[in-house]
């Protein structure tokens, strides 16, 4: 592939198939260290209840998101890409469905929280969606009351300042 030739767009795509379809074994454990290193730190990981994440494991940079830099390499250079904690704990074990894959390259789908919590670790509360459903939700939480096909875990909505 002439990478030369590639558009930003077209590039953020490719770097974002290679990252979701191609990493190596290596690559894929390194990642799977990393989300397990936060899953360690929630004691009790009941299904049902918000795994947040403690405040000392937060990014300093509080952009309301846990995000990972990707690294690989091909023949010629290195890429990277960055992926919400979410995105990358569903694609470590298995649970990231092709279909969403598809949209999250093609359609920037995004990470989304059911429950509203953006420190919230448990991948149930987890689901991919476009940036304007994501967004629609927080109406949700605001009225107490949801519409969704997917509904929000309404009950589960903690202020933020609870999270960070
Ligand atoms: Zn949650
Ligand atoms: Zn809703």
């Not at 000392?56 to 250079?77: C, D, M, Q």
């Not at 904690?85 to 990231?96: C, D, K, M, P, Q």
């Not at 009225?143 to 960070?164: F, G, M, Q, T, V």
Request: glycine share 4%; proline share 4%; hydrophobic share 30%.
């Amino acid at each position: 592939m002439a990478k030369r030739s590639l558009s930003p767009d077209e590039y953020l795509r490719w770097r974002k198939h290679h990252a979701l379809y191609r990493l190596s074994h290596s690559e894929t454990e390194k990642l799977k260290r990393w989300v397990r290193g936060y899953w360690d730190t929630i004691p009790d990981r009941e299904n049902d209840a918000c795994w947040l994440c403690p405040h000392s494991k937060l990014p300093s940079a509080r952009g309301g998101r846990i995000s990972k830099s990707v690294y690989f390499r091909t023949s010629t250079r290195g890429h990277q890409i960055s992926f919400n904690f979410g995105i990358i704990a569903l694609l470590v074990e298995g649970r990231l469905r092709n279909s969403h894959k598809k949209m999250i390259i093609k359609e920037s789908w995004e990470l989304s929280h059911l429950c509203g919590n953006w420190t919230c670790l448990n991948p149930r509360h987890f689901t991919i969606e476009s940036g304007s459903i994501n967004r629609s939700r927080k109406t949700c939480f605001r009225r107490y009351r949801c519409d969704h096909n997917l509904p929000c875990k309404i009950e589960k909505k903690r202020p933020l300042s609870e999270l960070a």
